[in-house]
């Protein structure tokens, strides 16, 4: 029997998703949990903030390289399987680390293990993501989205708290214990979700199970391509706010007061949207438009704590771009598309914070962090203007500025019949085109 929830959590009114939602929180509170021990411990062996970006970099890059392939894979294969492996596999993963540093053991092997770490949730997160899909109906993606956002901003907010006290008591590698065990809650929920309650979604033919299917799909509609493509600019220039914080902070209990301002933000813009019926493109482009301004307003703020004001809804507003565009994302596209949507998405917002981030740290070097906010946001509104005037146009005029980009000459085939993708453009056959033109010879003489 379904129970009745208030419209903000309508989600939570199936069972699969109550148990999913639960198995998340504390996956994602145990990843974070790692994430500060992987950071502490190697600030604490080799006292470079670099080598610290470079951990980073390890484990983001697998995103950007391999990304569609993850998504092709989610397409055409039982999401539940693959979601299953990948857990398995960062417990164990998670294990060696705690081995590793308990051990004292070189920095290379743990480089070696967050490379590995980062290369499972490439596969594991447009898997993830399509399964989630699946777990509530089509009209109760968007507040799944949501109340996901808000799970994962206090997983957030949970993992790092609780790793700042545990790694002072009993040190990093009872963080990676810890979060190895979190994954046997998503283990155990998925392998306890009803079957009879799910709402699963047709795979990906095996013509068109590629990667360059996938980014054909894309390119070759002008909505998608659009959402991807301000979705990396708002991520390389408007959402890397952890350089823009430490660079307006005086201190270190400064930082963390904006960190927690910040963390709050986007546990308010979660709720905000899952409050809502639908997430809409225009939704989307109000909120990166306010998130630009008020980020170009926080630059000319006299000090950190009126900054920490701005911070809020700013944080609000990011989450709710990232909620919108996932969303967006995975309607407007075809079902056996989910993953590729997800995965292209994903990569998209991996480059471009590997872009983003030194870029933005550079430039606050160089002409400060007030001026960098200022110069970033009206950047990110100018984007989001274009980007709104190209909303606005007919599906056609979208397409052919794609194609123009691009560099494109034919047009990709789509299903017909979807409101948000071209219609198919095919070339004459050859016999047609002789006898056009025989036609026209005809009529010359």
Known sequence: MRRT??????????????????????????????????????????????SVGFSVLLSTLPAVLLGPWAGALADRFPVRRIVLVCQALHAVLAGMLAFAVWSELPMTPIYALTFAAGLVTVFDGPAFGRLSSQIVPRDGLANAVALGSVIS???????????????ALVGAPVLFVLNGVSFVAVIVAVLTIRSAEFHPLATSAPSRAGVREGLRYVTGSGRLLLLVTLGFVLSCLGRNYQVTMAAMSTDAAMYGLLSSVFAIGTVLGGLFAAARRTLSVRLLLVAATLASLLQAVGGLLPSPVAFAVVLVPIAAAAVLIDTTMSTRLQLDSEDGMRGRMLAISGSAGAAAGAVGAPLLGWLCERIGADTTLVLAGTVTLLATLSAASLFGASPQRRTAFAHRVLHRRRGVAHPAGHPHQPAPVTRPRRRARVRARSKAEAHGR
């Open 153 to 167: 901003s206090v997983g957030r907010i949970l993992g790092m708290s609780t790793a700042g006290v545990l790694v």
């Open 5 to 50: 929830m208030p419209p903000m959590f309508r989600a939570l009114s199936h069972r699969n998703y109550r148990r999913w939602a639960a198995a998340d929180l504390i996956s994602v509170t145990g990843s974070w949990m790692q994430v500060i021990g992987v950071n502490w411990v190697v600030l604490e062996r080799t006292g470079s903030v670099t």
